[in-house]
Structure formats: C-alpha cells, structure tokens
C-alpha cells in the first residue's frame, strides 16, 4: 500500500500548501477556533457562529456518541469537535499517551459508554491548540470536571491520514471529520479509508464525512457556473459508499447537514442585505435538519455534507 510521499509531485505541493496555511494560524479564544475550524472570517455574524457552534454539537454527537474503549480522531485539527465530545459528556475519558502500547492490552480498554481518545494532525501549530485546549478544562471552569480529558498533550501527535503511525487494530472507533475532502486525489482518499480499516479492531466504528456532488447546489455550480466538481472534495453517496465497502466496511447510518439553497457563506456577500437580510436560508436548513430528517433519515443523502457511520468487517 502506497504513502503520502509515494504522490505526485503536484499532489505533493498541494499538501504542502494545505499545512502552511493552518501553520500560519495564530487567532486564540473560543470563537477563534470556531472560526479556525469553520474556515470562517474575523467579522461573521453573532448569528452564523451559533449556527455553526450548533453544526459541530450535533456533528460531535454523530461522531462520538456510543463511542468506548479507545478512540481516534483523525485530523483533529485544533481539537474542535473531539473536545466538545468530551467536555459534553458523551463518553467520560481519558487522553492517553500515543506514543505507548495503545491497544496493545486489554487493560487498556475502558468500560462500557466510556472512551479514551488520541488526537492526531499533519500541524504541529492545530495540535498545540488542541492541547492547550485539552488542559484548560481541568481548570475552574474549564467543562465539567466529570469528564474531563487527564491535561497531557501526549493525547495529541502529528501525523498523516495516508500512513498513520499506530499498530494494526489499536482503536475501537476511528473519527475523520473534514479530512478526506481537503486530500489531493482520489488515491490518497482510498489510502486513508485502508489506513483506518488497518488500525481498528474488529467491529471498530469508522465516522468519516464527504461533500456530495449530486447536491442541488453542487449541481448549480457545476452546471450553471461551469465549476470544476471533482472527488475526493465531491463525490456522490453511492460512490462514497463504494469507497467504503471497497475498504473493507459495512455503513450503518447517515447524517446529512447543510440543505441551503445557496451553500457556502451567502453572508459574506455584499448582496445578502437584499437576497436574505434575515438569514433565511440558514433557518430553513436548520429547520430541515431538526425537525424533517429525525423522521425522514433517507433524506440525509440530499444534504450537501454528509457524515457517515459504518462497521469494520
């Protein structure tokens, strides 16, 4: 099986160009780091960022939820949704060093509804954020002290999703959030999928997530304006599921987020004071995903980014 380093040359710059911009990164505070994890701008709007700060919520409940024994979140980036998991309380844990014989023993498995988790990124600048962020929920204040993550910053370390550096069959569930859409072709995405079959237990959990190219408004911008749509950033459900059970998994369920007619930040626009001056189209997405799909779950695959849970074989 193929690296990282074993891409092309152009694959290769892109990557590069990828690291240095979140190494580049020096904004603090909590909204900072939505806005960092958001890819949003210093001047969003009160209302986008508790939109967004709603996002990661469910997001990091779809991720995590269920989740026990040992856990893997990787490309944490600056450790957004993995600490919302666990400053929330859906599985009380630990941050356990990566570095030692993780998922070497038995003993290393928690109890039932509860997880110990490793943070894993390409940026060393993320991961110390993640790890400052980690300690500070020990202090007063901090979350709650019930489920807490132990301060260390050995619960984060740098690496790739293309060539991990864990033994074979080391977690119990694996979490990759906004990762394989940012990789620079569809072999680094398949890699990546293999990688992640190759480090969980059997019966481990995969959560990973895509854009969908068969979206309404990725139709619109593919067709209308002639942009260029192309995996791994856009893939299609039934090709994403492919991927999937090509690598060796079974998918569970769905989660499908962000039905805005006009996705990406409208608000951003000049124009938004006259085509949605009150947020309309954030509203109606959110209603969509609150109310509608709780019912209707096969409407999950009409939704621009789509989370997906399945099963190691």
Not at 144 to 173: E, K
Not at 241 to 270: I, N
Request: net charge neutral; aromatic share 10%; proline share 6%.
């Amino acid at each position: 099986m193929g690296k990282s380093s074993d891409l092309p040359g152009p694959d290769t710059r892109l990557q590069r160009e990828e690291l240095d911009f979140w190494e580049c990164q020096t904004r603090c505070g909590d909204d900072a780091d939505l806005k960092m994890a958001r890819d949003l701008p210093d001047d969003a709007p009160d209302f986008i960022l508790k939109m967004m700060a709603e996002f990661e919520e469910e997001a990091a409940r779809f991720c995590f939820s269920g989740a026990c024994g040992v856990v893997l979140d990787a490309g944490c980036g600056n450790g957004n949704l993995l600490l919302r998991a666990l400053s929330n309380g859906y599985g009380r844990s630990e941050l356990m060093d990566a570095t030692g014989t993780i998922g070497a023993t038995e003993k290393l498995r928690s109890p039932p509804g509860h997880f110990r988790a490793v943070g894993m990124d390409f940026s060393r600048n993320m991961l110390s954020r993640a790890a400052l962020r980690a300690e500070s929920l020990h202090r007063p204040g901090g979350g709650d002290a019930t489920v807490c993550p132990a301060p260390t910053a050995a619960g984060f370390l740098q690496g790739s999703v293309t060539a991990l550096p864990f033994r074979d069959q080391s977690f119990d569930r694996v979490v990759s959030s906004g990762v394989l859409t940012c990789l620079p072709n569809p072999d680094a995405a398949l890699f990546a999928l293999q990688e992640f079959y190759r480090v969980l237990r059997p019966g481990g959990v995969l959560v990973v997530d895509f854009f969908s190219r068969i979206s309404h408004y990725t139709l619109l911008r593919k067709h209308l304006f002639r942009e260029r749509i192309s995996p791994p950033e856009y893939v299609s459900p039934a090709e994403f599921r492919a991927w999937l059970e090509d690598a060796g998994f079974a998918v569970l369920c769905h989660r499908g987020f962000d039905f805005k007619l006009f996705q990406g930040y409208l608000f951003m626009s000049r124009w938004r004071p006259l085509v949605d001056p009150g947020f309309v189209q954030e509203r109606v997405s959110r209603f969509l995903e609150r109310r509608v799909l709780p019912a209707r779950p096969g409407l999950n695959l009409f939704g621009y980014r789509i989370y997906v849970k399945c099963l190691k074989k």
